[in-house]
């Protein structure tokens, strides 16, 4: 469904279930372009908001009471304001810890009623939980306190809410790039200051393509938390706070007094703090073949050195790198999920094909394909009647 298509169904259901109109707000989900776990490293991550979006309708309803259907759960939820009334469903668990948490902050929220539906694919890697939380707090921030809320806090507003109502223990990069995001634009967050810079991203000869493998493997250990333990360990031996503060050469010192293991692992980590400064340097320059063969080499690093790939991903890139793909990685923390593919135009049609008929041929599933174009975060779609 487009975007246009969905704003009009949603403000029809809103008419049916409440009467009359509200003011329909949206944000985006998101894609990580280069720079993989470093953010945990200090170091810079390189998001952007996409086309697909949560909206919603929504209106005060003069009560203490939230009222919200989601259209595509198809279930209609009610709660108060306070910390008891926190509801079981989980989607509601979202819009009732954004209320809590601008109210922690001494924001001011009351009753609103609210219709809302989305086309950022679930559990997909495109973050379509920050979708609907950045929605939601922009929308009131707008329409309970004057916007004075600053768009910074309204991200750490959606990041506490995963922390303290839906168990989620994420950092900031994706609530950021939903509210934060701008059409032909993406942005590189510096995980440790919080400063942030847009970079242009139009390609006009290519596309994005975001390849879902659907396999998430769940690995007895937790390798994620083995690897922070490398990069701490490491960044303990050469006297920095984090990897962020060293480099190749410093590590390269050390080398004979680390395992083998903790060596590769922060071998990754400094190089793709470098690489997202070239990719940055290539996007001012309009040059995506260089983007697209960093984003290649950060693959390689993820497969071969911090070891966090898989069978199904390593066969996507090979497959990307065969048909000319110009950049291809995993998207998102690795072990399945998503690879983040930049192509031209004209390879488009052919890969998206081959791609599909290959993967199922090997693996017994096809995996899903998204097409993203790059667009806004958090919006006010339509301002409603005045009341
Ligand atoms: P993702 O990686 O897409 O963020 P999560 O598991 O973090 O996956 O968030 C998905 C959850 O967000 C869903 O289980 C649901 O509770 C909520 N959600 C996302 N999109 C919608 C939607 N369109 N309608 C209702 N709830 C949604
Ligand atoms: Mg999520």
Known sequence: MTTDQMQKEIEKTFAEKFGGEGSVYASAGRINLIGEHTDYNGGFVFPGAIDKVIMADIRPNGTDKVR??????????EFGLNEEDAPKESWARYIFGICREIIKRGGTVKGFDAVFAGNVPLGAGLSS???LESCFAFALNDLFNGNKIDKFELAKIGQST????CGVN???MDQFASVFGKEGNLMRLDCRSLEYEYFPF???DYRLVLVDSRVKHELADSPY???RESCERVAKRLGVETLRDAT???LNKVKGDISAEDYMRAKYVIEEKDRVLAVCDALNAGDYETVGKKMYETHEGLSKDYEVSCEELDYLNDLAKEMGVTGSRIMGGGFGGCTINLLPNGLHDRFVETVTEK?????GHEPKVYDVVISDGARLVKEGPKA
């Open 162 to 165: 995963e922390h303290n109502y």
């Open 202 to 204: 139009k390609p006009e």
């Open 68 to 77: 919200v259907y989601s259209m595509d759960i198809k279930e209609y939820v």
């Open 248 to 250: 190749m050469d410093e």
């Open 129 to 131: 939980s920050a979708a």
């Open 170 to 172: 994420c950092g900031i």
């Open 225 to 227: 938390n083995k690897r």
């Open 359 to 363: 993967f199922k041929d090997k693996y």
